[in-house]
């Protein structure tokens, strides 16, 4: 998973780089381990890619040197390899471009190698591809030969030394991807609709699986590419996405709302005290948790340090410290109470335990009722979402009942799969439940 | 009778053919700078003519007007009038509808304008500042300027205006470099050449809402009202992409717009009136000819004047003209002779959907969008119940068209339900094509029901809050609390 967005200015008395900046700022939930932001000055591409959080890394300098009227901008949940930050790529042959992706791209690294390119990292072997790919002209052909080879479940922004922004969204449409304008002075595409109203720009439409479209200085063209099948990621909507976001016509707000009732419904302790929330993506679960089964609910944790997105840390230290800040425990709003405490997943079930233990053992919860807003996730994802390997993940493995014992809550419940497609509102076939099944939509090669 | 119509675009396109129209069985001249197929047909058809030229220059119109000796003068575009083509015609004797020089200033001076509606108290102004200097400008925005309009001070062919959003203030930076850098722009691009105006810049407050042109007649004493129109000014679907001079329109069904209450119909007739009175009032001159109010519904006023045209707009005009049923020959005498409030004025009751076909490379890049031959199949779009108002494209010699940069034509269609019009006039998209490959555009999404619903979506958002500050007494007022200076109350009353 990845954060990406492009920002095309219809005059060239725009300096895009700021507008970038922020709109990755909010993004910067899908990744947090590097950024990056290229723009196009009128005749070249200027990258400048960085270790760390977009606000850590970029600052006046560096946003001042990035001049130009259109450009792209990616977070990334990947730490750098080495020294060098590679994202976003740039490659020259024979076209300049530089290219921003979120999702699995696996399949441009063997179609890169049949075409003479030694790429090891899928994103810059797309960008080869693409840049040898639109040399013969129509970037609508290059794209479409192109995306053959990724799998239908890669979204991708290219800028070009030509002045092009191309954007694709994968025929699974499995990553969300937006498009939305601000007057008449530019058009921009994102991972979320948060992005475009971070920068003031407005919402216009999602990408349909498999669109595409083609800004040039003279003009804006749209396009479909191969068949739309679309699966969109279930997951998106329990944990990835920002709550202001709205993604695939259905705002992620109301999609957890609606978990949170389906939760209560499926599984209500009449006799409980109050509700918290493990911040911070479970405070809508648990707002309407609370506020469908009319119980009180409470703050029951305060975050220490920025805030960090837990769960996609890139290992299990960085993770169990994650957790540990953010969940300072207020010993008023548990004490000698029956509690519900609402989570957003549970993957290994060690940080579960630890707060559930911390409640009880040192803050004198009475009970401790854990619901998770997420299904039963069972499965790792081939299509870039950083879930740990089956080994790892306790739902593959245990019961209900079992994983209530291991992390010593009093009651347990996951989420039901039915109650999950039931919030979100889309057809069930039109959604992708991997993680929670087992089963993916198209080829599902293995990133 | 013979009747002389300035102007080669779609709008004259429309209007010539309101006045063929007419059971008096009118002769049509026409004054064009290249050769429009439809007007020209139009002229012959009707035993009249056509002289080629520069259809600006007051002189070659009344030339025109002389060799043909007609009876009246028909002035499509506002730039003619602005260089006093209907003084010139006038001044000959002949009666012309289109506005005097002076009079025109209410769209050629966008200051003008916005002082007479200050002076006279009309409502739906907007606070705005006028810089004879660049520099002054500069400086303003450096110091005041937020969320604004920035404007060429004269009309520069719909051009120039950019109207920017400054709320994030981790935004403003860029916004302001971006107004400065626009207002150098102005000068040294749009207002270079036009030395008829002293001020330079114009500088609004920038409002948001739902936009409509309310076109009407005047002959200086009263006004015949037409439908009202939306027109849809981003070069995209789904309102994306740069500002052109309008990609296509819709009406209806009746006078209104599914947005646009009867009290806010009747409010910005109201609105535009009282400025043809104020010119009178002001400069001792008759408003004779047409004059279309570009309105915004904003949370400060409701209707609110955008801007001034001192003819009908285009593609506006082409929704409305069609629909006419008075007879035009019989409306220009009334205007001539002061006498309109005795003409009825009848519209066929319909909905109407234009849209606007342009070459790839409009509006920014005109020199790749001009040149190309193209190929319009009118037979085949009138079989579809569909109409071709030809717009700017040159007739060739060899009888072929030529592309002109801007607009190629619009289609024009009527019925009882926009959705339903639309999506007549998108099967006619594969009957218009440059025939050397270059591509041809236009917006699918004109007159859609999703387009429609989100119009009427924020038209109710508009609504309620205008009507809020109504209640509140707010209207035209603004107050702010300033540490140290107390309430400060902006108001225009």
Known sequence: MAGIIGLYGYDPVWKMARFIYYGLMALQHRGQESCGISVYDGERILCDGRAGM?????????????????????????????????????????????LVCDGSAAGAVEAARERGFAAEDPQGALAALLSKELADGDPFGAVERITGRLGGACNFIALTERGEMIAYRGELGIKPMVVGNFGFDYGAIASESCALDVIGAELKADLSPGEVYLFTPWSIERRRIGEADPKYCAFEYVYLARPDSIINGKSVYEVRRRIGERLALESDVRDADSVLAVPETAIPFALSFANFTKKPI?????????????????????RLVGVQLKLNP????????????????????????????????????????????????????????????????????LNEEEVGKVVEADTFHWLSLEGLVEAIGLPRESLCLGCFTGEYPGRGDRN | MKVLLVGEGAREHAIASAICRSPQGPRLYAAMRSMNPGIRELCLRSGGDVALGDSMDPEFISKAADRFSVDFVFIGPEEPLFRG?????????????????????????????????????????????????????????????????????????????????????????????????????????YMKGYADIEDRILIEERVEGPEY?????????????????????????????????????????????????????DASVDIVRRCVKAIESELGVKYKGVISGQMMLTPIWGPTIIEF????????????????????????????????????????????????????????????????????????????????????????????????????????????????????????????????????????????????????????????????????????????WIPGKGKIVHSVW
């Open chain 1, 298 to 318: 409470e703050m029951g944790f305060v975050q220490t340090g920025r805030r960090v997105r837990s769960a996609i840390r890139p290992t299990q230290f960085e």
């Open chain 2, 309 to 480: 045209y001192s003819r009908f707009g285009d593609p506006e005009g082409v929704n409305v003209l069609p629909l006419l049923r008075t007879d035009m020959v019989e409306i220009m005498e009334a205007i001539a002779s002061a006498k309109l409030h005795k003409v009825k004025m009848e519209f066929e009751e319909a909905a109407t959907v234009v849209k606007c076909f342009a070459p790839k490379g409009y509006p920014e890049r005109r020199d790749l969008a001009a040149g190309h031959p193209v190929r319009i199949d009118a037979e085949a779009i009138r079989a579809m119940g569909c109409e071709v108002f030809y717009g700017s494209v040159d007739l060739a010699q060899d009888g072929g068209l030529i592309t002109g940069g801007s607009r190629i034509c619009e289609i024009f269609a009527k019925g009882e339900e926009i959705p339903e019009i639309s999506d007549r006039i998108e099967r006619c998209s594969p009957l218009i094509y440059c025939l050397d490959g270059w591509g041809v555009f236009h917006r699918s999404d004109i007159g859609s029901a999703a387009l429609l619903s989100r119009r009427i979506e924020q038209s109710n958002l508009i609504r309620d809050v205008y009507k809020y500050r109504m209640g509140k007494g707010l209207i035209g007022m603004d107050i702010d």
């Open chain 2, 213 to 265: 042109t309310i076109q009407m007649f005047t002959d200086g004493d009263s006004v015949a009202p037409f439908p009202l129109v939306q027109d849809n000014k981003n070069a995209y679907d789904m309102d994306i992409g740069p500002e052109t001079g309008g990609m296509g329109s819709i009406s209806g069904n009746g006078m209104l717009l599914p947005f646009i209450t009867r009290e806010e119909y």
């Open chain 1, 54 to 98: 977009v606000d850590q890394a970029f600052g006046e300098a560096e946003l001042e040197a990035l001049r130009g009227w259109i450009g792209i901008g990616q977070v990334d949940p990947e730490p750098p390899k080495g020294r060098i930050v590679s994202k976003p790529f740039f490659a020259k042959c024979p076209i300049g471009v530089s």
């Open chain 2, 85 to 189: 083509a209907a003084n010139a015609v006038e001044d000959m004797g002949i009666p012309c509808i289109g506005a005097r020089r002076e009079a025109a200033e209410i769209e050629m001076s966008k200051a003008f304008m916005r002082r007479l509606m200050w002076r006279h108290k009309i409502p739906g102004r907007l606070r705005f500042q006028a810089f004879r200097s660049i520099e002054d400008a500069i400086a303003y925005i450096e110091e005041y300027a937020e969320s604004v309009a920035i404007k060429p001070a004269r009309q520069a062919g719909g051009k120039g205006v950019k109207v920017i959003a400054d709320f994030q203030a981790y935004l403003s930076k860029e916004k302001g470099h971006v107004k400065a850098e626009h207002a150098k722009a102005i000068e040294a691009k």
């Open chain 1, 330 to 397: 207020i010993r008023a709003a548990m004490a000698g109470r029956r509690v519900i405490l609402v989570d957003d997943s549970v993957v290994r079930g060690t940080t579960t335990k630890n707060t559930v233990k911390i409640m009880r053992n040192r803050m004198g919860a009475k009970e401790v009722h854990v619901r998770i807003g997420s299904p039963r996730i069972i499965s790792q994802c081939p299509f870039g979402m950083e879930v740990p390997d089956k080994d790892e993940l306790i739902a593959a493995h």
